[in-house]
C-alpha cells in the first residue's frame, strides 16, 4: 500500500454546506463578500494505493454502475481517512478505508457504492453546485438588504430599525441554508431509493446498507449533542432505516449472503489495511473468531514488514506463499519484504511472478516490478525497466510515483531530454504547475522537435500557461 497526495477540486462540495453559516457570520463582521472556490483551490487529500484492494472495490461497484447505465471507466478511490464515509467527484467515486476497516461485510460496502452511483446517476453534484451559488446569491442579498436597514436605523434615532435589520441579515443567511440542507436531504433520500433499485437488479441484498444506518444511529445515541434536523445535510439514520427498511425487506435478495470467496477477499482487504497502519489491537480483534485464519496470519506478515522486522515477515510471507501460491498478491508482498531487505533481484522476480498471476493487470503491481528491475542497477535490467513502468503509465498515467522512476531510469541511459519529460509530467499531475513548465522546457531542448515527446512537452507548457494566468 502507497499514500500519495492529489489536489482537491469539488471533492469535499458537501463540505461548503456547513461553510455557508460561517460565510454569513463572516460578512456581518467584515461587511465583504468572499469567493468559497478559493479556500479549497491548492489544499490535498491522501489516496491510498494498493492493487488488491482497488480491484476488489472495482469488482463491488461494477456491476452497480452497469445497473445504473453508467460507464464502467468511473474509478472508486480510497481515501487515506479512518472515517466510515464516502462521496463522489465527477466521474468518481472515493471510499474512506476505515469504510473497509469497519464494514464487517462485502455487502456493507456495496451498499455504500449503491448509494453513491445514486447521486452520480442522478447527476446530483452538478445540481448541488447549482443550489450552493443560489443559496449563496439569496443569502448575499438579504444580508446586503438587512445590514442596510440596519445602517439606516443606526444614523437615526430609531435604534430598534438597526436590530431589525440586523436580525433581518441574520435570518436570511440561516433560510439559505436550512433551504440548502433540505435540498441535500431530499437528494439523499432519492439515492437511498435507487441503491435499493440496483441492488435488486444485480441481484444482491439491502441489509448491509440497513446496517451502515444502524452503526450511525448508534453513534448518535452515544453523542451528548443535540442535533438540529433542519440543519444537516443528510436525513437522520434512524429516519433513513424507517425510510428504507421495509422497501428493502421486500425485496427476494434481503436475506442473500456474500460469497465465502467475496469475504475471505474483503477479510484479506481488512488485515491488510489494519497490518500497514500496524494496529495489532485492532486486527486481533477483527479475527478474533479465527486467529489461525488466512486474513489473520497475512495481516501479522504485513504488520511484521511494517514494524521493522522484514526477515520475520519473509517467513510468513514465504508460508503463505507456499499455501496459495496461486494467489499473486502474496508474491507481491514477498516482493515487498525482499526490497526492504535489500535484495531487489529477489523482489523483481516475486513481482514478475505476481504480475503474471494478476487477473486484473493491475499497473501498481506492474510498476514495482519495473522499479525493483531499476534498483538492481544492472545495465541489462534498464531497458525491461522502462518498458514496464511506461506500461503502468499508460493504463494509470495519474499515478506520479512512477514518473520519478521513469526520469531516473532515462537519466541512466543518458537520455536526458526523456528524464526531464518525466519530471515534468510528474510534477504536472501533481499540480506543481511552475515546476512542470520548468522540466518542459528543459526537456524540449533535448528533445526532436516536432517529435511525440516534445509535442507532449508543448501541451505540459501550453496547458500551465493558461492555468497560472
Given at each position: 500500500m502507497t499514500v500519495i497526495q492529489i489536489s482537491k477540486n469539488?471533492?469535499?462540495?458537501k463540505k461548503q454546506l456547513a461553510r455557508l453559516l460561517s460565510a454569513f457570520l463572516t460578512f456581518l463582521l467584515t461587511?465583504?463578500?468572499?469567493?468559497?472556490?478559493?479556500?479549497?483551490?491548492?489544499?490535498?487529500?491522501?489516496?491510498?494505493?494498493?492493487?488488491?484492494?482497488?480491484?476488489?472495490?472495482?469488482?463491488?461497484?461494477?456491476?452497480?454502475?452497469?445497473?445504473?447505465?453508467?460507464?464502467?471507466?468511473?474509478?472508486?478511490?480510497?481515501?487515506?481517512?479512518?472515517?466510515?464515509?464516502?462521496?463522489?467527484?465527477?466521474?468518481?467515486?472515493?471510499i474512506n478505508i476505515g469504510t473497509l476497516l469497519q464494514a464487517e461485510t462485502p455487502n456493507e460496502v456495496i451498499g455504500v457504492i449503491a448509494h453513491e452511483t445514486g447521486h452520480l446517476a442522478s447527476g446530483h453534484q452538478y445540481r448541488l453546485r447549482e443550489q450552493?451559488?443560489?443559496?449563496?446569491?439569496?443569502?448575499?442579498?438579504?444580508?446586503?438588504?438587512?445590514?442596510?436597514?440596519?445602517?439606516?436605523?443606526?444614523?437615526?434615532?430609531?435604534?430598534?430599525?438597526?436590530?431589525?435589520?440586523?436580525?433581518?441579515?441574520?435570518?436570511?443567511?440561516?433560510?439559505a441554508l436550512r433551504t440548502l440542507m433540505s435540498y441535500q436531504r431530499s437528494e439523499e433520500v432519492a439515492a437511498d431509493h435507487l441503491a435499493i433499485t440496483y441492488l435488486n437488479k444485480t441481484g444482491q441484498s439491502a441489509k448491509g446498507m440497513l446496517k451502515t444506518f444502524e452503526r450511525f444511529s448508534n453513534l448518535l445515541s452515544l453523542s451528548s449533542t443535540r442535533i438540529d434536523p433542519y440543519r444537516i445535510s443528510h436525513p437522520l439514520p434512524r429516519e433513513r432505516i424507517t425510510a428504507l427498511e421495509k422497501l428493502a425487506k421486500e425485496s427476494v435478495y434481503f436475506n442473500k449472503k456474500d460469497s465465502a470467496e467475496l469475504q475471505l477477499r474483503h477479510n484479506m482487504a481488512r488485515a491488510k489495511i489494519a497490518g500497514n497502519m500496524g494496529n495489532f489491537t485492532m486486527m486481533r480483534r477483527m479475527f478474533a473468531s479465527n486467529p489461525q485464519g488466512l486474513p489473520a496470519r497475512y495481516g501479522e506478515a504485513i504488520l511484521a514488514l511494517e514494524n521493522a522486522t522484514p526477515q520475520v515477515a519473509l517467513t510468513k510471507i514465504r508460508a503463505l506463499v507456499n499455501e496459495q501460491p496461486e494467489r499473486p498478491y502474496f508474491h507481491e508482498l514477498l516482493g515487498d519484504a525482499f526490497i526492504r531487505t535489500n535484495n531487489?533481484?529477489?523482489?523483481?522476480?516475486?513481482?514478475?511472478?505476481?504480475?503474471?498471476?494478476?487477473p486484473h493487470k493491475?499497473?501498481?503491481?506492474?510498476?514495482?516490478?519495473?522499479?525493483?528491475?531499476?534498483?538492481?542497477n544492472n545495465a541489462s535490467d534498464i531497458r525491461l525497466a522502462i518498458n514496464e513502468i511506461k506500461s503502468s503509465i499508460?493504463?494509470?498515467?495519474?499515478?506520479?510515483?512512477?514518473?520519478?522512476?521513469?526520469?531516473?531510469?532515462?537519466?541512466?541511459?543518458?537520455?536526458?531530454?526523456?528524464?526531464?519529460?518525466?519530471?515534468?509530467d510528474m510534477h504536472y499531475y501533481n499540480g506543481n504547475y511552475p515546476q512542470a513548465r520548468i522540466f518542459a522546457a528543459r526537456a524540449q531542448r533535448k528533445l526532436q522537435k516536432s517529435s511525440a515527446e516534445w509535442l507532449r512537452a508543448q501541451d505540459i507548457l501550453s496547458i500551465t500557461g493558461s492555468e497560472a494566468s
Open positions: 469539488w471533492y469535499f462540495v461587511f465583504q463578500v468572499f469567493a468559497y472556490g478559493s479556500q479549497t483551490k491548492d489544499a490535498t487529500i491522501a489516496l491510498v494505493r494498493d492493487a488488491e484492494i482497488e480491484a476488489l472495490v472495482a469488482d463491488y461497484a461494477k456491476p452497480l454502475l452497469q445497473s445504473a447505465g453508467l460507464h464502467s471507466n468511473i474509478n472508486v478511490n480510497l481515501v487515506n481517512d479512518q472515517n466510515f464515509n464516502a462521496f463522489i467527484d465527477g466521474q468518481r467515486i472515493f450552493i451559488k443560489h443559496a449563496q446569491t439569496l443569502s448575499v442579498i438579504g444580508m446586503l438588504v438587512g445590514l442596510g436597514a440596519g445602517i439606516v436605523g443606526s444614523s437615526g434615532s430609531n435604534s430598534d430599525v438597526a436590530a431589525a435589520g440586523v436580525g433581518l441579515a441574520a435570518a436570511s443567511g440561516e433560510i531487489p533481484s529477489a523482489a523483481a522476480e516475486a513481482y514478475k511472478k505476481a504480475v503474471m498471476l494478476d493491475s499497473s501498481q503491481i506492474r510498476f514495482t516490478y519495473g522499479r525493483a528491475l531499476l534498483l538492481t499508460k493504463s494509470d498515467p495519474t499515478y506520479t510515483p512512477a514518473y520519478s522512476f521513469l526520469a531516473i531510469a532515462y537519466a541512466r541511459q543518458g537520455k536526458i531530454g526523456l528524464a526531464n519529460l518525466a519530471t515534468a
